[in-house]
Nanobody, 115 residues
Framework: QVQLVESGGGLVQPGGSLRLSCAASGRSIVSIYAMKWYRQAPGKQREWVATSTNDGIANYADSVKGRFTISRDNAKNTVALQMNRLKPEDTAVYYC????????WGQGTQVTVSS
């Protein structure tokens, strides 16, 4: 099993930045091919945001490309999502997912972008 705990969410003004972290336990992320971030805004379906593979590939949804950066810290067994130039439409609960053994999800962290 893999346990995931997200942190780093909060309230930020438009144009600001936040850094989310996903701490994994139960398995090293080095052995997990894909670690992903998703988000779910109120009244909307959960949507994919970014993927980091253990061979160094990063992919992003068009809506966040150029503003968000996903990264891994293998020593700390964490995956981060650096979010810059935040917009109100980025407001959502952000979830971390490990693509391993059918998939494991964290509990989510709230990000609110508002003035």
């Amino acid at each position: 099993q893999v346990q995931l705990v997200e942190s780093g969410g909060g309230l930020v003004q438009p144009g600001g930045s936040l850094r989310l972290s996903c701490a994994a336990s139960g398995r090293s992320i080095v052995s997990i091919y894909a670690m992903k971030w998703y988000r779910q805004a109120p009244g909307k379906q959960r949507e994919w945001v970014a993927t980091s593979t253990n061979d160094g590939i990063a992919n992003y949804a068009d809506s966040v490309k150029g503003r968000f950066t996903i990264s891994r810290d293998n020593a700390k067994n964490t995956v981060a999502l650096q979010m810059n130039r935040l917009k109100p439409e980025d407001t959502a609960v952000y979830y971390c997912k490990a693509n391993y053994d059918g998939g494991y999800w964290g509990q989510g962290t709230q990000v609110t972008v508002s003035s």
